[in-house]
């Protein structure tokens, strides 16, 4: 079982109306709801792509979190460990660039992710878990995740982080550079984008020095490169495709990589530094393959296996 802890929250993606060009009456662009978050994203990615996973968080009980709580159950996730609050879902506005970049704006005061709580005891045969984005940012939830993580680390769980930069929700850049540090010696798997990579202000060899068996940095469509804690490095290219928008990318190579490490039977610290080139190269080359569906449809909507193989 692999866990993914994080926060689910409701993106309103620009839409094109026929003869609108995307701008509503108002004059405003037309804004379309769509089921996120970078760990719901993972979550719903692992579950197409096959693997046994749980998703845990706080979710409110408005329809919002419904619609999410369906799309979790369609892709099979368990959802037992999904806490329930009367606080509203937050909300992500996006902007999308020429080139398909997405950028978001946060509106999360008060709401029900914010006051996630420890739980007492995760699935038995837990495997590996997967943290980041915002709930490692916005407090109080920050710091219960943070506690999920060490302890789940110091009793054997593969860990996977993603930090998933969001500087308009990082109050103190310097505190959060600090915090992501102490994070490593906790963390099996860093993966980060190369642009989180700088504005972080640290290097893979680093990093991994810190803590992690390996660190994977995605750059975009020139494809991704792991970096391991022996010094060794390799690279695959990004796989071409029409890009509509990068929405859910970052959190399909997680689910991605997890997938492919579980089936190397890799999902451990031990395990990870055993692999060879040969080894990542497949790992790697897969979670690209995963990511170019993504990136080739609107939205969030990672791909299912089949789609990957085809």
Same mark, same amino acid.
């Given at each position: 079982?692999?866990?993914?802890?994080?926060?689910?929250?409701?993106?309103?993606?620009? @839409?094109?109306?026929?003869?609108?060009?995307?701008? /509503?009456?108002?004059?405003?662009?037309?804004?379309?709801?769509?089921?996120?978050?970078?760990?719901?994203?993972?979550?719903?990615?692992?579950?197409?792509?096959?693997?046994?996973?749980?998703?845990?968080?706080?979710?409110?009980?408005?329809?919002?979190?419904?619609?999410?709580?369906?799309?979790?159950?369609?892709?099979?996730?368990?959802?037992?460990?999904?806490?329930?609050?009367?606080?509203?879902?937050?909300?992500?506005?996006?902007?999308?660039?020429?080139?398909?970049?997405?950028?978001?704006?946060?509106?999360?005061? /008060?709401?029900?992710?914010?006051?996630?709580?420890?739980?007492?005891?995760?699935?038995?045969?837990?495997?590996?878990?997967?943290?980041?984005?915002?709930?490692?940012?916005?407090?109080?939830?920050?710091?219960?995740?943070?506690?999920?993580?060490?302890?789940?680390?110091?009793?054997?769980?593969?860990?996977?982080?993603?930090?998933?930069?969001?500087?308009?929700?990082?109050?103190?850049?310097?505190?959060?550079?600090?915090?992501?540090?102490?994070?490593?010696?906790?963390?099996?798997?860093?993966?980060?984008?190369?642009?989180?990579?700088?504005?972080?202000?640290?290097?893979?060899?680093?990093?991994?020095?810190?803590?992690?068996?390996?660190?994977?940095?995605?750059?975009?469509?020139?494809?991704?490169?792991? @970096?391991?804690?022996?010094?060794?490095?390799?690279?695959?290219?990004?796989?071409?495709?029409?890009?509509?928008?990068?929405?859910?990318?970052?959190?399909?190579?997680?689910?991605?990589?997890?997938?492919?490490?579980?089936?190397?039977?890799?999902?451990?610290?031990?395990?990870?530094?055993?692999?060879?080139?040969?080894?990542?190269?497949?790992?790697?080359?897969?979670?690209?393959?995963?990511?170019? @569906?993504?990136?080739?449809?609107?939205?969030?909507?990672?791909?299912?296996?089949?789609?990957?193989?085809?």
């Amino acid at each position: 079982m692999i866990v993914v802890a994080g926060e689910a929250l409701i993106d309103l993606v620009p @839409v094109s109306q026929e003869g609108g060009g995307g701008v /509503g009456d108002s004059g405003l662009p037309a804004l379309a709801p769509r089921l996120g978050g970078g760990p719901f994203n993972t979550a719903v990615a692992l579950g197409r792509l096959g693997s046994p996973v749980a998703f845990c968080s706080r979710l409110s009980r408005d329809p919002y979190a419904e619609a999410l709580l369906d799309g979790l159950r369609d892709a099979r996730v368990d959802v037992s460990y999904v806490q329930r609050g009367e606080e509203p879902s937050t909300l992500a506005v996006a902007s999308i660039g020429t080139d398909g970049s997405a950028g978001f704006a946060f509106y999360a005061g /008060g709401t029900a992710d914010r006051l996630f709580a420890v739980p007492e005891r995760l699935p038995e045969d837990t495997r590996a878990m997967t943290f980041g984005t915002c709930s490692l940012v916005l407090e109080p939830g920050a710091s219960a995740y943070e506690e999920l993580m060490r302890r789940e680390a110091e009793r054997g769980v593969f860990t996977l982080l993603d930090p998933n930069i969001r500087t308009s929700i990082i109050q103190d850049a310097d505190a959060y550079r600090a915090r992501f540090r102490s994070w490593l010696a906790h963390t099996g798997l860093l993966k980060l984008s190369v642009e989180d990579a700088e504005w972080l202000g640290g290097s893979p060899r680093e990093w991994a020095a810190a803590g992690p068996a390996a660190v994977v940095v995605t750059r975009g469509g020139d494809g991704l490169t792991v @970096v391991t804690r022996d010094g060794a490095e390799y690279s695959v290219p990004g796989t071409k495709v029409d890009v509509v928008d990068t929405i859910g990318a970052g959190d399909t190579v997680n689910a991605a990589l997890l997938h492919r490490l579980a089936d190397h039977d890799a999902l451990s610290k031990k395990a990870v530094a055993a692999l060879g080139r040969e080894d990542w190269l497949d790992i790697l080359g897969f979670a690209a393959r995963a990511a170019a @569906v993504t990136c080739s449809r609107p939205g969030a909507e990672p791909p299912y296996a089949h789609e990957i193989e085809n």
